[in-house]
């Protein structure tokens, strides 16, 4: 039979019928489904715990009564002297009670010690189960924990694996991640508490998931409550129902009830004292993960070649920097000419393209990049080159150091933002300088980095040419 229908014919509640089972008490056969079975012989068992226990029989004693180190009738007289002194004690009581209030006296003028002259010990209530933790906060906030450090695994592949740029992707990414989150830590999970019997989180929270034997979880036993975690607890990430399996767990929690995934697996969670310094632990590892969530989101934009650059490691970080900020169909090669990525991509006009010019040392690094905008009798609007400009200096930039000091050439881009289009500057940072440039006639600059042909103008003679150099060191 389930533990549903031995509960009913017991009359004992489930966590008390676990609870001698983690004792030892009694071991019910285990299905092919994962479940136990009470037969006759775990009822037998249980309605004599039940019998004795409320006879007021230890449960150490029990145990020595199942392992025939003690008997019986020996254990009956022992518990008959105890009932008497208690009988003796409670009768002392009543009479005590009964004294003082005979004697009328108010609890300002009551003389206790005319009355504590005798020990008076009343029997007290056994509970054998003890109740579950009720730290659902604790619960809910290493679950989270977990969860986002499966997320930052997920960005590191797709940031420094895959190159993807998450700071530009749509809300429907957030959520995808949050998702696929939730399936990695669907496999994650289960390892550590297999191996572990705690996770990151629930370390951190001093929780620490266990078998009613006291072992860790098997693998199928972890893999099936993390399952029930997701879905039960935290609804799959689904908008509102998600809310609302979150609302349903803490009710089971703030009233003291076994949550579903411990029972139904045979499993229960053991809990340390909650100390401040766990509350303190916690929010530095949070800081620390999502300090590391935007190292892993910038580094995404690293291009693949760092120290001195040949000429070809060079046009590759360009090709990739313009890929990332703008998928663009075209890549710079070592001559600096330009090609298309693949052949049939459909390509803006080479107009839009510039000349470059790859400078290189006597050992061969390029030392300066030169690059040339020029647009004759363009009818159409003319964009200042402030993306491209950032490219070429970050490309280059990644030349002057290592991976790590790369962070620091990024102040190339707060820079690069600042200049104003269509003039002549110059800036130097991240040990690289970059000067630009700018003629033309025959149209007119409107100060948001946009020439366009004046109404004046003749479209076949007017002539823009927009240069920038640059220059390590």
Known sequence: MTIGEAESRTGLDRATIRYYEREGLLSPRRMENGYRDYGEQEMTALLRIKLLRELGISLEDIRSLQQGTLALPQTLAVRIEQLEREISASTQAKETCRAIREEGVSYAALDAEKYLNREVRLPGTVHDAPPPPNCPWRRYLARSFDWLLCEIALMVILAMGLH?????????????????????????????????????????????????????????????RTGQVIWQGLGWHIPFYSWYRLYQSYQQHIHGEEMPWDWENDLHLEAKPGAWWRGVVYLAAVGISLAAMVLVILSAAFPPHFGPLTPAEYAENYSFLWN?????????????????????????SFSALPAVTLETDAAG??????????????????????????????????????????????????????????????????????????????????????????????PSAAFCQITCTVEAG
């Open 324 to 348: 990332y900020y703008g998928n663009s169909p075209y890549q710079l090669d070592g001559q600096g000419k330009w090609n298309l990525r693949e052949e049939g991509t459909a390509v803006i």
């Open 365 to 458: 690094y390029v030392c300066a990049v030169t690059a040339e905008w020029t647009y004759r009798g363009e009818e159409a609007l003319i964009f200042w080159p402030g993306q491209e400009l950032e490219n070429f200096t970050l490309a280059l930039a990644a030349g002057e150091g290592g991976w790590l000091s790369y962070f620091g050439r990024l102040e190339q881009v707060a820079a690069l933002s600042g200049m104003d289009s269509f003039s002549a500057a110059t800036i130097q940072a991240g040990g690289v300088t970059l000067t630009t440039e700018a003629t033309w006639s025959g149209y007119e600059a409107t100060g948001n980095g946009i020439l366009f042909l004046t109404d004046e103008s003749d």
């Open 164 to 224: 993807v740029n998450l700071i530009k992707q749509s809300p429907f990414l957030s959520l995808a991640l949050s998702l696929i989150a939730l399936g990695l830590m669907r496999w994650i999970e289960p390892l550590l508490l297999h191996w572990f019997g705690t996770t990151p989180g629930k370390a951190i929270f001093g929780l620490r998931v266990e078998r009613l034997d006291g072992g860790r979880p098997t693998w199928e036993e972890a893999r099936a």
